[in-house]
């Protein structure tokens, strides 16, 4: 969020490249260097998002997702940071930009909302006031329009007699409100882009569904595009046009959401739709879940990264980099050596029994301990 | 396994339940006020069943939770547990009793001391109760360890910050069950981790719970997971009791408008999903001063009068299930007549 001035200079207004999408992400990567090495946080990433549409990013914690969209907005630590790659973002390259032109941009035309709304609302400023800021620092408002149009804006975003609210601090409202007024906060502009980083982790499932419904419904008024980035399938499946899964910092599948969903290629999509509990299985259905954990991003694995957890690796996959690839469709993409097809990989059979495989085939026996200690392999 | 321990009060084997919930009322201060977080909510749990809790945040379900294990005490009621109420046990009495009622916590990292091995931390439960000889603690320490899926050789000697989240949870199970419980209360012990860890550790619990043949109490906001691990699930809403079934059932025909809308509002992973939104309006009322009659009806979509005025007692309407309504919904209510608005 755009604090302080940053001696408005309302150049992006002129940017309207209609045609073309409206960000453009080419082979980003970001690392961190740490004590013990360097973490490829995000190793290769493109895609592109164009205007009004919603794109779901899903992956697990470590699988690069929150990186990835802070490398965007250029919301990075100023220390120990590589970053190389292009985002364009319309007819701004951010990647160009120091902080006082980004400054520019966020909140004006570019905005987030973030995942816990209690440490990213000042505590300390009126709930008004923080609205309101980033309309006199782009909107050139004077205090009593902007005052005016955050209480609009409350009211847009659903919360009760906004009149009064506005006058709030943070600490007076509920998790699921203050989650509001950070979408009334990234909304205030008229931003064409809201990138929003797991907006409803950690509220109710009840608030979840209000939340995810009214940024539906702003979207589509104010005719936004938006990045949903979440570890939740299900938060995706039924609001973005596409889905990027991403894993071990890399995009492993992409797709239109639905046939995400029907033409899955990717195992490891497809292990992680099989592991959520859905509410049409009975009671006690075991799941399946996915065996280990996600690489170290210092020293990842050779070949494809999910080799080691898949049931389907073969020794192409534990020794060459699957790329990024499509069969047929241009639109679905994904980095598979024996991609899924209606389900079945089609991988070749395998010589000998499988061994080195972490396979977690359940162990049907519900008396069975499960000795095939699954996520405990040595650390190291 | 010898059993050591046998409190001379546990005697009365009631039948077939283990935990028979009275009444529970638990309330909290609020500067001068006092505020109710348990407003009086009676349930059993029968012997080798897994009974789920489910609520929105502030409904009071971990509340009752840690009251069954006494961490919290009860303002009222009874927590009759095979014939002792845990209520009226004090000391050494109630330290005994514990031991067979076993609670894990929602943050597996932060419930485990940073500072200790892991060994250590799981041979704690012995230690205290002085049982065994170390040899025997140690060889009962691997039997845990390897039965939650750690391998007690590559982790004994490691402390909890060398471990990710799902194996913290793993660790914490170890330790629980180092008492050999009778009773396991689950407090979210998956909402904090990853989609693919959750379902390794649903799994794992699904497993112990057959091995060692224990009675759990599972504890979650997500009705999709709660209903996965539960036999029967009871819903809370602001400190009562909404509805109690079978977790097939409850799904299949949910009679209580909360149950209903709390299941509309599970995101599906499935884009053909028609989300048939009864999203619910507003959020939990504050429980300094619930609604009169009763507590959901300010945000139920089929609030008559009645509702303000009289509270709805928890009552049978079919085997099995119960449900706190005037007007339920579903196969088994007829929705109340001309839904009204509020």
Known sequence: MARRQGGRTLEFKDVGSQDGPLLVVEDLHTSFRTARGTVRAVDGVSFTVDEGRTLGIVGESGSGKTVLSRSIMGLLPPRD???SGTVHFGGHELTAMDESQLRSVWGAELSMIFQDPMTALNPVKRIG??????????????????????????????????????????????????????????????????????????LDVTVQAQI????????????????????????????????????????????????????????????????????????????????????????????????????????????????????????????????????????????????????????????????????????? | MTETLDSGTIANQSGDVVLDVRDLVVEFKSGRQRVQAVSGITFQVRRGETLGLVGESGCGKSTTGRTLVQVQPATSGVIDYQGTDLNTLKGRALRQVRTKIQMIFQDPISSLNPRRRIKDIVAEPLVIWGRGTKPERAAKVREMLEAVGIDPDAAGDRRPGEFSGGQCQRISIARALMAEPDLLICDEPVSALDVSVQAQILNLLADLKARFQLTMVFIAHDLAVVKNVSDRVAVMYLGKLVEVAGSDELYRSAAHPYTEALLASIPEPDPDHTANHKALTGELPSPLNPPSGCRFRTRCPYAQERCAAEEPPLRELAPGHQVACHFPVGPLGQAAPAAATA
């Open chain 1, 212 to 380: 995810l419904d009214l940024l539906a419904d702003l979207q589509r008024e104010r005719h936004m595009a938006v990045i949903l980035v979440t570890h939740d399938l299900g938060v995706v499946a039924s609001r973005a046009d596409d889905i990027i899964v991403m894993y071990a910092g890399r995009v492993v599948e992409r797709a239109p959401t639905r046939t995400l969903f029907h033409d899955t290629k990717m195992p490891y999509t497809r292990a992680l739709m099989d592991s959520i509990p859905r509410l049409a299985d009975p009671s006690g259905a075991r799941l399946d879940a996915i065996a280990g954990r996600p690489p170290d991003l210092i020293h990842p694995p050779k070949g494809c990264r999910f080799a080691p957890r898949c049931q389907y690796a073969r020794d192409k996959c534990r020794e060459s980099d699957p790329p990024l690839r499509t069969v047929g469709s241009p639109d679905h993409l994904f980095a598979c050596w024996f991609p899924l097809v209606d389900g079945v990989s089609t991988a070749p059979p395998v010589k000998v029994t499988l061994t080195t495989s972490g396979s977690d085939t359940p162990q049907t026996g519900a008396t069975e301990p499960p000795d095939q200690t699954p996520d405990a392999e040595a650390a190291p």
């Open chain 1, 81 to 83: 940071v590589i970053r």
């Open chain 1, 129 to 202: 006031t923080q609205i309101g800021e980033s309309l006199r620092l782009h909107l050139g408002m004077d205090k009593n329009e902007a005052r005016s149009t955050a209480v609009e804006l409350l009211r847009s975003v659903g919360i009760p007699s906004p009149e009064e609210r506005v006058r709030w601090f943070p600490f007076q409202l509920s998790g699921g409100m203050r989650q509001r007024v950070m979408i009334a906060i990234a909304l205030a502009c008229a931003p064409r882009l809201v990138m929003a980083d797991e907006p409803t982790t950690g």
